[in-house]
């Protein structure tokens, strides 16, 4: 996930427009440009040549229910503090309330999934689990690049403007992608193919160009319910509804804050992401591994132990996750995280490194670490607290020392 504004999303109307030398003094070549069906033939081919794993089109107008969907999920307080979400709620909910010369929706996906099963790591309690998605070069770079390659042959080929996304500005994805025809939101909000199943990155390209509209996906979900069940923290409140905020990946990932006791025994070794239910999506049986070279996945890091992780200064910390997600949550908020996960861990011997962070510069580590150490060591906690309690201001992580030994997290 990311914030609106980060990434430039506006091409030029046509590649041959003012000052490109190799088109000067060609006077309009009108001739020369494709339309409907054949342009998007020709836009079809080029997104496959830049490694798409699909590509579908739907009509500006073509999710009139998201402005309704979108306030009954802001007014239920489900964005937890992603306060953008609750901004320019117009645009995001209709395409052409952002731009209004929008008339169709290009949507792309690339395929991201792995071999083997991504909940494996799970059962590994002393080593850190990372997110599929993010075990490899940030996709918004890789896909940002590609979509313009795309974007570009309809501004040269079409004549048409265009402008293109990758969750970065008030757009809706996953709904115009079911629209287009892509997948349809599952139980678990996410977007499912029959193709690819869970493992699809979206980008959107707006175009001024009419492209014939593909026919929208129905829901195939049926009676399943594996991706409801699964979840560890019980984030869907009901089918088709996520609540971000017992949410894992939004914990781990977009929360700034402390997390709530209640939440994190359900946390595991989850350090940044969760894909318990993506994974057990039956559709994912016809997923095949991703092909893309720039998002091979990075096999080192996957299950790293948390004592390793936990000793990471903040140079080796941007060392190991340069040009991943994960960098972008910064060292304080990924050290809370693998607190949480050594608290969980069960592992006394992981004690010394959550009392390595007891006197650490920032609060949300420091109360990350007494909450670690008064799992896994509660005689040792005990010990250190009265020390502690003196030195302390923070009334947060004064609360994780003073909390009653085996309060309420501990039965979650």
């Not at 490899?136 to 265009?162: C, F, N």
């Not at 996410?190 to 009419?210: F, K, P």
């Not at 309690?389 to 020392?401: F, G, H």
Request: charged share 25%; with cysteine.
């Amino acid at each position: 996930m990311v914030r609106p504004n980060q990434i430039a999303t506006e091409l030029p109307a046509a590649a041959g427009g003012p000052g490109a030398r190799h088109v000067a003094q060609r006077p309009l070549r009108q001739s020369g440009l494709l339309s409907g069906e054949k342009l998007k033939r020709a836009v079809t081919e080029r997104a496959r040549a830049e490694g798409f794993a699909a590509m579908r089109v739907a009509a500006a107008d073509a999710i009139p229910l998201a402005p309704e969907r979108l306030r009954a999920w802001l007014e239920a307080g489900y964005h937890g503090d992603m306060a953008w979400m609750d901004e320019r709620t117009a645009e995001r909910a209709d395409p052409r309330a952002l731009w209004s010369e929008v008339r169709s929706v290009v949507m792309l996906g690339m395929n991201y999934a792995g071999e083997g099963d991504p909940l494996a790591m799970l059962a590994e309690p002393d080593k850190g689990a990372i997110s599929l998605y993010a075990r490899r070069r940030d996709y918004h770079d890789v896909i940002k690049g590609k979509l313009k390659s795309v974007a570009g042959l309809l501004a040269a080929r079409g004549g048409a403007g265009v402008k293109v996304f990758v969750d970065t500005a008030p757009v809706m994805e996953k709904p115009l992608a079911q629209a287009a025809g892509l997948g349809w939101q599952g139980k678990h909000t996410v977007l499912v193919s029959r193709e690819h199943g869970s493992w699809l990155l979206l980008g959107a390209i707006y175009t001024t160009a009419e492209l014939p509209a593909d026919e929208p996906e129905r829901d195939h979900c049926g009676s399943c319910r594996r991706c409801l069940e699964i979840c560890p923290t019980k984030a869907f409140p009901a089918p088709y509804q996520l609540d971000a905020r017992r949410c894992i990946a939004y914990l781990t990932i977009e929360h700034q804050g402390h997390i709530d006791a209640e939440l994190r025994p359900g946390i595991g070794n989850r350090i940044f992401g969760c894909d318990d239910c993506l994974a057990v999506c039956p559709w994912n049986k016809f997923a095949a591994a991703a092909q893309e070279t720039r998002l091979a996945l990075r096999e080192e890091l996957d299950g790293r132990p948390l004592a390793e992780l936990a000793g990471l200064d903040d140079a080796a910390f941007r060392s190991l996750f340069a040009g991943t997600p994960v960098k972008r949550t910064g060292r304080e908020r990924f050290l809370r995280n693998v607190l949480i996960a050594i608290g969980n861990s069960g592992r006394p011997e992981l004690a010394d490194s959550a009392a390595a962070h007891l006197d650490a510069p920032s609060p949300l580590v420091r109360a990350m670490a007494a909450w670690a150490l008064r799992r896994l060591d509660p005689a040792r906690a005990a010990k250190l607290a009265p020390a502690a309690l003196r030195n302390e201001i923070d009334p947060q992580v004064r609360a994780e020392w003073l909390a009653p030994a085996g309060h309420r997290e501990d039965a979650a």
